[in-house]
T-cell receptor, first 117, second 117 residues
Framework: AQSVTQLDSQVPVFEEAPVELRCNYS??????LFWYVQYPNQGLQLLLK??????LVKGINGFEAEFNKSQTSFHLRKPSVHISDTAEYFC???????????????FGKGTKLTVNP | KAGVTQTPRYLIKTRGQQVTLSCSPI?????VSWYQQTPGQGLQFLFE???????NKGNFPGRFSGRQFSNSRSEMNVSTLELGDSALYLC????????????????FGPGTRLTVT
């Protein structure tokens, strides 16, 4: 079974500083990778996804992620964060992709990003 | 287009009771997945339905069950509630079927927060 490891449970940063949230996955086959964000008392919102092609993926709100197959990593980055980016971020891998069938997502434990003024 | 809706948003039940949660997917989406979110275990996959058929099931006891109707709306049921069932239950919908319209994106509802006392 696939697993996802988010190396940092909490990341505090100052406003306008860059941030990187780390994610590693375990898989011996091709996978689809996702980053979701969850604001307090809300569901999850898709930030970006990697399906194939360019290893640098750009998402919403100025976030981007780089897929590194050799290191089985999919780290999320933003060059300058805002107070409004304070939220919990989840990395996920699709267990059924790309062979088809189930769309089950396996999530990491999450990283709480706190942006301080 | 309306998003994924879940009802009720909050629920308080007593141990031993049963509960039914409802999820209405985005119009046109045929796949519905359910996840349980707790502080200790994080996001865990419960089950997935596609065109009224259960396509995948997570590692949860038989007390957890679900179904999907012909209009793609889904319900999940938990019988004989235990204190450990207290969680945020998230529903996600997608077009369904890897390769069908190919967006591979799951859209999450706001969740139902279940408290078992």
């Amino acid at each position: 079974a696939q697993s996802v490891t988010q190396l940092d449970s909490q990341v505090p940063v100052f406003e306008e500083a860059p941030v990187e949230l780390r994610c590693n996955y375990s898989s011996s086959v091709s996978v689809y990778l996702f980053w979701y964000v969850q604001y307090p008392n809300q569901g999850l919102q898709l930030l970006l996804k990697y399906l194939s092609g360019s290893t640098l993926v750009k998402g919403i709100n100025g976030f981007e992620a780089e897929f590194n197959k050799s290191q089985t990593s999919f780290h999320l980055r933003k060059p300058s964060v805002h107070i409004s980016d304070t939220a919990e971020y989840f990395c996920a891998v699709s267990e059924g992709a790309p062979q088809g069938g189930s769309e089950k997502l396996v999530f990491g434990k999450g990283t709480k990003l706190t942006v301080n003024p | 287009k309306a998003g994924v809706t879940q009802t009720p948003r909050y629920l308080i039940k007593t141990r031993g009771q049963q509960v039914t949660l409802s999820c209405s997917p985005i119009s046109g989406h045929r796949s519905v997945s359910w996840y349980q979110q707790t502080p200790g275990q994080g996001l865990q996959f419960l089950f997935e339905y596609f065109s009224e058929t259960q396509r995948n099931k997570g590692n949860f006891p038989g007390r957890f069950s679900g179904r999907q109707f012909s209009n793609s709306r889904s319900e999940m049921n938990v019988s004989t509630l235990e204190l450990g069932d207290s969680a945020l239950y998230l529903c996600a919908s997608s077009l369904g079927g890897w390769g069908l319209a190919g967006t591979y994106e799951q859209y999450f509802g706001p969740g139902t927060r279940l408290t078992v006392t």
